[in-house]
C-alpha cells in the first residue's frame, strides 16, 4: 500500500481508518492524544486528526499501514536537537488526535505542553522542557523529560520515568509499578492499588520523595538516604539512623508489594491515607503531616 503524505501549513483536519499507532514530534505548541471507542470514531468517519496555530515549517502528515506520522522533514529525532536552536522557536504548533483507545503513542516534544488520555496501548512522551500530563492510561507508559514535570492520574499501566530535573506527580496510582529515576526532580505519588501487588521503585539524587499509601496496605518497604531526612506515618515501620544515614524499614500487612526509595541529600517521607477518605489530595508535600500519622516517626 503506498504512502499518504499530506503538507500542512494551515489550519487543516484529516481522518484515518486503521490507525494503530500514533508518532508526534513537536517543537511548541501542545499535543493532545485522546483514545477514543472505535465505534465512536467509526462514526465520525475514522480518527481524527486537527492542527491548528501552526507557525515556522509545514507539517508533514504520512499515514502507512496503520502508522499515522505527525512531524517535520527531519528524520524521528535525529535532527531534534537541532530544534533548541534560536531558529527552532519559530516551530509551533497544536495537534489534537482522536484515536483508538487500542493505538499505541509515541510524543516527542520540546518546550510544548502533551497531553494523552484513555490509551490502552503504550504510550512514550519524551521531552526536554514542555509539561506531560497523563490521565487513565492502561498500557505501559514511558516519560521521560529534562525539565519538564510529568503529572500520571489514575494510570493503571506500568509506568517508567526519567528525568533530570522534572517532577514527577502520581495521582491515584494503580499500576502494577512504578520506577522512577532523576538528579534533582521530586517525586509525589499518591497510590492505590487496590489490593494488587505493586511494585515501585524511586532513585533521586537530591529530590524530594513523598509517597502517600492507603492504610491498610501490603508492602516490604525499604526506603533509605546518605544525609537526607526520613518520616514515616505507619507504626509498623522502622525507622533507624541519628547522623547521615537513615532508613525505613519493614513490611506493612501481607509484604506482597514492594517500594524501594532511594536519595543521596533529598528528604522521604512515607505518608499515610486517612480512613475513609474519598480520593487523594494532590497538594501533600514531603513536609505536610497527615491525619493519623500520630504515631509515625521523623529524623
Keep these: 500500500m503506498a504512502v499518504s503524505t499530506w503538507k500542512v501549513s494551515d489550519a487543516r483536519e484529516l481522518t484515518f481508518d486503521g490507525v494503530e499507532q500514533v ?8 499535543v493532545n492524544v485522546v483514545g477514543t471507542d472505535e465505534a465512536a470514531l467509526a462514526a465520525q468517519g475514522g480518527a481524527r486528526l486537527e492542527i491548528s496555530e501552526i507557525k515556522g515549517p509545514p507539517l508533514i502528515v504520512s499515514f502507512d499501514c496503520g502508522t499515522l506520522t505527525v512531524g517535520y522533514e ?18 509551533s504548533a497544536v495537534v489534537s488526535l482522536a484515536v483508538p483507545s ?9 518546550d510544548a505542553a502533551a497531553v494523552v488520555s484513555g490509551v490502552r496501548g503504550r504510550a512514550d512522551v519524551r521531552g526536554v522542557t514542555g509539561d506531560t500530563t497523563l490521565v487513565g492510561l492502561s498500557g505501559g507508559v514511558r516519560a521521560e523529560t529534562v525539565s519538564g514535570t510529568v503529572e500520571a492520574q489514575a494510570v ?9 530535573s522534572g517532577d514527577l506527580t502520581v495521582v491515584e496510582g494503580a499500576g502494577s509499578s512504578v520506577q522512577a529515576d532523576s538528579v534533582s526532580g521530586n517525586m509525589a505519588l499518591d497510590l492505590d492499588p487496590a489490593g494488587e501487588a505493586t511494585d515501585i ?19 516490604e518497604v525499604l526506603a533509605n538516604t546518605a544525609s537526607g531526612r526520613v518520616s514515616s506515618a505507619f507504626e509498623d515501620l522502622r525507622v533507624t539512623g541519628q547522623w547521615g544515614a537513615k532508613k525505613i524499614t519493614g513490611r506493612l500487612g501481607s509484604g506482597r508489594g514492594s517500594l524501594r526509595a532511594t536519595t543521596v ?10 480512613p475513609g477518605e474519598d480520593g487523594p489530595d494532590p497538594h501533600d508535600t514531603p513536609h505536610d503531616k497527615p491525619a493519623g500519622a500520630t504515631g509515625g516517626k521523623e529524623l
Design 156 to 164: 493503571t499501566g506500568a509506568l517508567r520515568f526519567h528525568s533530570v
Design 201 to 219: 521503585r524511586l532513585t533521586t539524587v537530591s529530590g524530594e520523595v513523598a509517597i502517600r499509601l492507603p492504610h491498610p496496605v501490603d508492602a
Design 265 to 274: 541529600s533529598g528528604s522521604i517521607a512515607l505518608l499515610r491515607r486517612p
Design 74 to 91: 527531519e528524520p524521528p529525532w535525529q535532527g531534534f536537537l537541532s530544534w533548541l536552536e534560536p531558529r527552532g522557536k519559530r516551530r
Design 102 to 110: 487500542s493505538a499505541a503513542v509515541d510524543v516527542g516534544i520540546v
Design 23 to 30: 508518532r508526534v514530534r513537536v517543537v511548541s505548541g501542545a
